[in-house]
Each structure stands twice: as C-alpha cells, then as structure tokens.
C-alpha cells in the first residue's frame, strides 16, 4: 500500500443509545467535567444550529484534497460523524452543497472540518450539522493522499475512530470511547446543579458569598 494511503475499519464504535443519552447535555457542560482541557472552540457551525452527536469517522487528507473524504461518505453508516484533518488550511473548500446531500441521503449524522467549505449559504440553510474552520470559494483537488479510521487532530482535539463527537453552538468536542460512561455520569450532575442554581436564582436564594471570600484570601481591599 503506498505511504498515505490506508483505509482501515473501527476496532471500537459508542453505540446509537450512548450517543442518544448525551443529546440533552450543553457541550459546555460536557466540557467543564472533562476538566475545560478538551474539545476546540475554532471550528463554528456553518449550518443553520442545532446539536450533533455521533461516532467519528474520521479522515486525514492533504490540506485542499477531498478524495478520501467522498470515500468516506461511501463507507460511513447512518449516525456516524465524519471528522476531517485537513490541518486547518483553508485556501481550498474540503467540503460543498453536493457532498452534503450525499451525507444527508446516507443519514450521516454530520461533518466536522479542520478546513474550509463552499457553497455556504445553502449549507447554512440546511438542516445537516457541519463544523468548519472557514470558507472559501476555491473547490478542492482530488488526488489524495489521504488515510481513513486513523487517529487524527482537529484543531489539537485529538480524536480516534469510534470516539463521540459532539457539538453545538458553543463548539466541537471529542470524548474518547473508554471515557463515554463516566462523562456522561459526570455531565448528567453538573447539568442538573446548574438547573438547581437557576431555580435559586429565580427565587433570589443564590449564596454569592464565595465571590468576597475568593477576594478576602486574595489580599483584595476596598477603598472608602
């Protein structure tokens, strides 16, 4: 097989119901229980919003070249979220309006892009989710080289074939497959503390004591 191009199948894949149970969680709050170290804030939703959750299929491609991401439209199976390195250069689209409709008649769960799109303002309108870093008029080459299901980064969020990607407005975050359970526990609560901190909002019960304390221990003072 030439060097740079390899085409593997997932070892490992989270499961549909997994997937299912996340769709409810802000990615901000995924991200604050994994420690607020994961995931990249660089690529925004070129679609029209709204949540994408899937397995990742993922794509490394040289920077302008989208053929083995039109293969792995091919290969994808329905939910799956295709995550493509295409080390964030963004002279040439990776993806456009006809790939899109291909992703949408495979029920592709969506795209992340470290790269450009084209054709926008029909990708805006659309229902499918697509993450991208940019856009730019200049369509793509088609030559390769480039590897599937292997480990890649996106915008420095490392992701592996079968990991969960989710995503909304606020981002794109990756939780890696061995970790999906204890995410989810851990999400689960802080979505669930920060319902209870808005009810005490409402009410005007919040303790916002902690602000002067944090302060006191600073060494901050007021001045009359």
């Not at 993450?131 to 915008?155: C, L, M, Q, T, W």
């Not at 909002?201 to 600073?218: F, N, P, V």
């Amino acid at each position: 097989m030439p060097a740079g191009f390899r085409i593997s199948r997932p070892t490992r894949k989270v499961a549909p119901e997994a997937v299912a149970q996340f769709r409810s969680l802000p990615v901000a709050n995924v991200s604050d229980v994994m420690s607020r170290l994961s995931g990249t804030s660089r690529l925004r939703p070129m679609h029209r919003g709204g949540w994408l959750g899937g397995p990742a299929l993922t794509v490394r491609t040289r920077p302008g070249d989208n053929l083995m991401v039109h293969k792995a439209i091919d290969m994808a199976d329905a939910g799956d979220v295709i995550v493509v390195d295409a080390g964030g250069e963004l002279s040439n689209a990776i993806l456009g309006e006809i790939m899109v409709m291909l992703a949408q008649c495979r029920k592709i769960a969506g795209f992340v892009i470290d790269g450009a799109i084209r054709d926008c303002a029909a990708i805006r309108e659309g229902a499918l989710p697509v993450f991208a870093k940019g856009i730019s008029h200049r369509g793509p080459y088609k030559d390769g080289p480039g590897e599937i299901n292997g480990k890649v980064s996106v915008d420095g969020m490392v992701v592996e074939a079968g990991d969960l990607i989710v995503a909304d407005d606020d981002g794109v975050l990756c939780i890696p497959f061995s970790e999906t359970d204890a995410v989810l526990r851990d999400a689960l609560a802080k979505k669930q503390a920060e319902e209870a901190m808005m009810a005490a909002i409402r009410k005007g019960t919040l303790d916002r004591s902690w602000i002067d304390e944090t302060l006191k221990r600073a060494g901050c003072t007021t001045e009359e």
